[in-house]
């Protein structure tokens, strides 16, 4: 297994090591873990002005996936390094799942009343949308600025994430796929998303299906999330949805995400929800789990089923057990101990 780790900004190196940890810990005897690490980040583009330079974006190329921790430093201007190195990786390997997957585990704080049964995966579109940069401003700095951020969304950008979110949802139990958007207001991206949801949904008579406008789902995020089990949306919308998902199961120290580029044209890359943190950068205070459950994400990408659910079921059993204030090496050590026994 030859990856690539991009260990980034804040607390991304700390909790970029307990998830190698686990992932060597967790790894069959015979299988060789090759690791490229890239100095990339605030750190990079202080000394070099680069974030992502064409040479290192061809040397990624050449891992089976990425591993990435956190991008972004308040010493360094708003979306440079969101644009120019996060972003521009989703963009430039074709990451158009981005997988989000939501499970209140044991233990885990949820504000939710009676600890409803949540388990359910966001599949957010992640090479379109508003995010596509298809924006700019005029009388730019005038009283009179004018600012535009156009969403795009292409049938075949739309088709293709939709596809793969009813394939996910008819291999789940419940086999329900819900589309969020606005269709209500935003009527252009809106129908070509519902139109092709219809479509789609042809192919799969077995997937149960539903739509709920944006504003709508926020509620049954908070009011009745076991409703949800697969969970198709635009990228804008995705972004916001899955940080909503983490705080009602357990918290964004928990919430693991895919960039997944399914055709394995580009290595997909795995991280965190999650943000530097630079408040308690270099700490040892920040939780790894969203790493480490990334790297389940990971290991199930790259065919290792076994191991992956080896993974989960240990950062279950540790949540089940945890008390007191950790550090990030002592969850780290905990859930690598669980995985090797
Ligand atoms: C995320 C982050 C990114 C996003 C930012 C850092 C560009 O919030 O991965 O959810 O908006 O996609
Ligand atoms: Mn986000």
Same mark, same amino acid.
């Given at each position: 297994m030859n990856l690539a780790v991009i260990? =980034?900004? =804040?607390i991304g190196p700390e909790v970029v090591a307990e998830g190698l940890k686990v992932l060597t810990a967790v790894l069959p005897q015979d299988v060789k873990l090759e690791t490229g690490t890239y100095d990339l980040g605030a750190r990079r583009w202080h000394e %070099?002005?680069? %974030? +992502?330079p064409e040479a290192e974006l061809e040397r990624l190329k050449s891992h089976d996936a990425i591993l990435l921790g956190a991008i972004g430093d308040p010493s360094v201007p708003s979306g440079v390094l969101e644009r120019g190195l996060l972003l521009k990786l989703r963009f430039a390997f074709d990451h158009y799942v981005n997988l989000r997957p939501s499970k209140l585990f044991p233990q885990t704080a949820t504000p939710l009343a009676g600890r409803p049964d949540i388990d359910f995966v966001v599949v957010r579109e992640g !090479?379109? /949308? #508003?995010?596509? /940069? &298809?924006g700019g401003s005029f009388? !730019?700095? !005038? #009283?009179a600025e004018v600012a535009t951020e156009v969403s795009l969304n292409t049938a075949y950008g739309v088709e293709r994430v939709v596809r793969d979110a009813y394939a996910r949802a008819a291999a789940r139990p419940r086999k329900k796929l819900t589309l969020v958007h606005? &269709? &209500? *207001? +935003? *009527?252009y991206a809106g129908h070509l998303w519902k139109n092709l949801f219809d479509k789609v949904g042809q192919e799969y008579p077995e997937v149960t299906t539903d739509y709920l406008h944006v504003d709508a789902a926020t509620i049954f995020f908070v009011t009745d999330p076991a409703r949800f089990d697969v969970i198709v949306t635009d990228n804008l919308f995705g972004d916001i949805l899955t940080d909503l998902a983490a705080a009602v199961t357990g918290g964004i120290g928990l919430a693991a995400s895919g960039n997944i580029n399914p055709a394995g044209d580009f290595p997909s890359m795995f991280e965190p929800v999650h943000g530097s943190a630079p408040d308690i950068a270099g700490l040892g205070k920040a939780d790894p789990t969203a790493t480490i459950l990334s790297v389940a994400l990971l290991l199930r990408h790259l065919g290792y089923e076994t191991e992956a659910v080896r993974v989960e079921e240990a950062v279950s059993a540790d949540l089940a057990e945890r008390s007191g204030a950790r550090t990030t090496t002592q969850t780290g050590d905990a859930i690598a101990v669980r995985v090797a026994s």
């Open positions: 260990p =980034g900004d =804040g %070099t002005g680069e %974030t +992502l !090479t379109e /949308g #508003p995010y596509a /940069g &298809n009388r !730019t700095g !005038t #009283p606005k &269709n &209500n *207001v +935003l *009527v």
